[in-house]
């Protein structure tokens, strides 16, 4: 199967195509193998972006059937086709046929195109004669995420993360697909880590909880809710959970599941995927990036006065493949509902933190390159130490956060250096 390079849109690094039948009347592409019969699919919104093609990739390796719906205001088309480069290589690699893969290039929020789109995926079997879907779950990762652009902008925030939630989980609901992966931030937590540093899953709930804390010993109880969260994308993220509990409260054929990540770094091994996000980054390593590729001449450094050994702020930086598998652990568990309640929160992070003078010297280590930086002010809001307790997470999906920040580093640094030339094959 042949495989060309082409470039598309401002993406600065020259882009494999993977050959696919193109059907531009539907404006979907397909992919796969060969065909199976009572086809199952896993609906990935969002699917063109950093966390959704690595999920999406992931979804793949594990052996299911994927359908992306990305608008491409924020990805590029051409990830698509690599998302399809990365696993054939990964099973040409480990043998076994690549599951199919389906791209709609669609507004999620747009319900009559979602609806063609779902119609299009409702069978007819002996149970359902009158057709059911072969959608069995949905992640949604189709949301805007900007926290300075969600400052200027909150309406655009609102509209698309929340009333575009509440419309989805609406029209998922007319076509009985009721299992739903929610890509959720530990930005919930608004400023508690000030006062707990390590945060674990009961510091922000949507009904009363009691838990034991594991330093005292003591039960404590915790009220539905949440205060001190800073910015609009923040408050869509907790408004967008309480959405949710109430939905699955209302219903129990609902499975519903939010992932509340830390800080996702690096990228897949292959170098085929990486962060290339069409605006201007706020978040540390993809400004790393930018001063290394010369977009930017300095990395700004938020306040070097913290109460740590550099003097730097401390994030739970988790690798972006392990936030990946972290989805397919919670799909897993969804679809076999395999969770306590069918609505459960989860943290996604590695339960250590690395301060962003570690990150920058990890990153030059790999590179072997300086990173020219200067210091700041601290910015409203930051706080010295955030990082995610995931013990929830081991211990109910059957998931830990794998590799290292080296391994990050080094995956991200093969992205940067991507030859696509060594991909040739006749």
């Not at 979602?114 to 079997?125: I, R, W």
């Not at 956060?401 to 992205?415: M, T, V």
Request: aromatic share 8%; net charge negative.
């Amino acid at each position: 199967m042949s495989i060309f390079c082409s470039s598309e849109g401002s993406s600065p690094v020259p882009t494999p195509l993977f050959s696919a039948p193109a059907t531009p009347d539907t404006e979907r592409d397909e992919y796969f193998d060969e065909p199976v019969e009572d086809t199952q699919y896993v609906l990935v919104t969002g699917g063109l972006g950093y966390i959704g093609s690595h999920t999406a990739l992931e979804l793949l390796k594990a052996g299911y059937n994927v359908i992306i719906v990305d608008d491409l205001s924020n990805s590029f088309r051409h990830v698509f086709d690599r998302i399809l480069l990365a696993a054939k290589l990964h099973f040409d690699r480990t043998g076994g046929h690549c599951p199919r893969a389906e791209l709609s290039c669609i507004d999620f929020r747009d319900i009559p195109a979602m609806s063609a789109l779902l119609a299009s995926h409702t069978v007819e079997s002996l149970t359902a004669p009158q057709g059911r879907s072969n959608i069995t779950g949905v992640i949604h990762f189709a949301a805007y995420k900007e926290v300075n652009d969600s400052l200027r902008n909150p309406l655009k925030y609102y509209q698309n993360n929340l009333s575009g939630l509440v419309d989805l989980i609406g029209l998922l609901d007319q076509h009985d697909i009721k299992t739903f992966i929610f890509s959720s931030s530990a930005n919930v937590y608004g400023t508690l880590a000030q006062d707990h540093g390590s945060l674990r899953e009961e510091h922000c709930v949507h009904q009363k909880e009691t838990y034991r804390d594991a330093a005292s010993g003591q039960d404590v109880s915790v009220e539905q809710g949440c205060t001190g969260i800073t910015n609009p994308y923040g408050r869509t993220k907790f408004f967008g959970e309480a959405i949710l509990a109430d939905v699955a409260a209302s219903d129990p054929a609902w499975t519903i599941i939010g992932l509340r990540y830390f800080n996702p770094i690096g990228c897949d091994p292959s170098g085929l995927l990486g962060e290339d996000p069409r605006g201007v980054p706020s978040n540390l390593v993809p400004v790393v990036v930018q001063v290394l590729t010369g977009q930017l001449t300095e990395l700004a450094v938020y306040g070097t006065d913290w109460a740590t050994a550099d003097g730097t702020a401390i994030r739970d930086f988790i690798h972006v493949s392990d936030v990946a598998r972290g989805h397919t652990a919670a799909l897993a568990a969804a679809l076999t509902r395999q969770v306590q309640t069918n609505f459960r929160t989860f943290n996604l992070g590695t339960g250590s933190g690395h301060s962003v003078a570690e990150v920058v010297s990890a990153m030059e280590s790999v590179c072997h390159q300086t990173i020219p930086r200067r210091i700041a002010d601290r910015r409203p809001g930051d706080v010295e130490s955030c990082v995610a307790v995931a013990d929830r997470a081991a211990r109910e999906l059957g998931w830990t956060a794998e590799k290292s920040l080296r391994d990050a580093c080094r995956d991200l640094w093969n992205y940067l250096r991507f030859d696509p030339t060594e991909l040739y094959l006749s």
